[in-house]
């Protein structure tokens, strides 16, 4: 079984940045595309970007192109998310999420996923 834990949410200004990690557990990590996605109270839960198993791309959403980077390290089995220039609507739960199946096609929708981490809140002020 596959277990995924978040980390390095917090409370930060808008402008400021922040770097989320992912650490796996189980399973064969360097196998897995590595998403990652966030939920905001009231709202539904949306794909913010994600890695293909070995890590040579990469898809972000348009909201977060340009300020949100992904990177993994498949020795540490850790994925990354670096987020730059943060504005208050990035307040959300961040989770990342494993796809066990397609190795170089990276998912739009949740239930492309098939393992989950409990999430990490980032909320940024204004």
């Known amino acids: 079984q596959v277990q995924l834990a978040e980390s390095g949410g917090g409370l930060v200004q808008a402008g400021d940045s922040l770097r989320l990690s992912c650490a796996a557990s189980?399973?064969?990590?360097?196998?897995?595309?590595m998403g990652w996605f966030r939920q905001a109270p009231g709202k539904e839960r949306e794909f913010v970007g994600g890695i293909t198993a070995g890590g040579a791309s990469r898809r972000y959403a348009d909201s977060v192109k340009g300020r949100f980077t992904i990177s993994r390290d498949n020795a540490k089995n850790t994925v990354y998310l670096q987020m730059e220039s943060l504005k208050p609507e990035d307040t959300a739960l961040y989770y990342c999420?494993?796809?066990?199946?397609?190795?170089?096609?990276?998912?739009?929708?949740?239930?492309?996923?098939?393992?989950w981490g409990q999430g990490t809140q980032v909320t940024v002020s204004s």
């Open positions: 999420a494993a796809d066990r199946d397609r190795l170089i096609t990276i998912g739009w929708d949740y239930s492309d996923y098939d393992y």
């Open positions: 189980g399973g064969t990590f360097s196998r897995y595309v």
